[in-house]
């Protein structure tokens, strides 16, 4: 299933179309939401790797979508961005599970390193979270694990 790297939700379009085609300079996929409702349903059918969602937006703000999302795809980092940069903003968001917090105005560069760390960060636990997973090749067949050859060796003595 192919999808966006990153999916960004603000109700302000000229935010979503600078952060798009920044993105987009810097070789990363990007899909745009003008409400975080849309953004929830299309959720149900693709994930991205990263989400940039602004705090305050009509009907569902950021922190809840915030929660929404960690709650359904805790494994999908989302960095909050603001106008309001004030530190309880900050707290919030932090407490919330963000994975970090962009205040308005930003700058461009330090946009584009903070979707790559949070890309980067993504992987790792996608990376970590397959590790967990035993394959079938892994498990092997019923007898190779090495407590029943040692009980095939003790059998083979007697």
């Known amino acids: ?14 935010i979503r179309w600078v952060l798009e085609k920044a993105l987009s300079n810097a070789n990363i996929s990007v ?20 989400i940039i969602s602004d705090i305050r937006m009509p ?14 795809h805790s494994h999908i980092p989302v960095i909050i961005m603001t106008a309001h940069s004030d530190l309880d903003s900050a707290v919030n968001a932090y407490q919330g599970g963000a994975f970090e917090y962009l205040p308005k105005p930003f700058d461009i560069a330090d946009a584009i390193a903070l979707a790559n760390r949070a890309l ?3 992987r790792e636990l996608k990376t970590k979270k397959q590790q967990e997973i035993p394959s079938v090749e892994n498990v092997g067949i019923i007898g190779a694990a090495p407590s029943m050859q040692e009980v095939f060796r003790a059998i083979g003595r007697l």
């Open 1 to 14: 299933m192919n999808t966006e790297q990153i999916w960004i939700v603000d109700d302000d379009s000229s």
């Open 31 to 50: 899909g745009s939401f003008h409400s975080p409702e849309d953004l929830l349903e299309a959720l149900e059918y693709n994930q991205p790797e990263v």
């Open 120 to 122: 980067i960060h993504a």
């Open 59 to 72: 009907n569902i703000d950021g922190m809840t979508l915030l929660g929404e999302v960690n709650k359904r």
